[in-house]
């Protein structure tokens, strides 16, 4: 995370990327950032995430459904680097909300000034990937299974790195406005 300002101007923060695991909410809390007047962008559905071959790099447009065996041993879900300095330079004057989730995520920290990482229990993840309507990843039992493979290490991972923990389980508003308070603070 970057450090802006000098000892006598505030720190601003500019770019602040809202993660967590599937289903945990992220989306649901851009489109309540966006109701609310920030400049906040969802990785996942406005072309700053791809699923990418992990050996030779190809961009999957529309991937297979129900996936194939193996589909997430030979694809990943992944940030585009550029996109993201495209937003922070939007941003400078300003705060974004850049809301996903990405493996390579750690090529693209340095350009956030802050991490707010949203979390939740397996039951809560569960319930809300099985009744999705506009997405259906962790709907399939491959998915499902590394949703909560990856859920085990989420939060003490993102603690570790400094990041602003928030209770996805908490009404879409709350979380919303927690997000708002972490980066107003």
């Not at 920290?109 to 506009?134: E, N, Y």
Request: hydrophobic share 40%; proline share 4%; net charge negative.
């Amino acid at each position: 995370m970057t450090t802006r300002g000098t000892l006598c101007e505030p720190l601003q923060v500019t770019l602040v990327w809202v993660t967590g695991n599937s289903g945990v909410g992220k989306s649901t809390v851009c489109g309540l950032l966006k109701d609310r007047g920030a400049l906040a962008v969802d990785a996942d559905w406005e072309g700053y995430s791809h699923w990418v071959g992990r050996t030779g790099g190809q961009v999957v447009t529309d991937p297979p459904y129900p996936v194939p065996a193996g589909w997430l041993d030979n694809f990943g879900w992944k940030i585009d680097r550029a996109a993201v300095e495209a937003l922070a330079a939007r941003a400078r004057d300003s705060t974004a909300f850049l809301c996903g989730s990405a493996e390579n995520e750690a090529e693209v920290r340095d350009l956030f000034d802050l991490v707010v990482c949203l979390v939740a229990d397996f039951k809560t993840l569960r319930g809300r990937l099985k009744a999705r309507t506009g997405n259906t990843f962790g709907q399939h039992p491959e998915e499902l299974a590394a949703v909560f493979e990856e859920n085990k290490g989420v939060e003490s991972t993102y603690r570790r790195l400094g990041a602003t923990i928030v209770d996805g389980r908490l009404p879409p508003a709350e979380v919303a406005a927690a997000v708002l308070a972490a980066a107003s603070s």
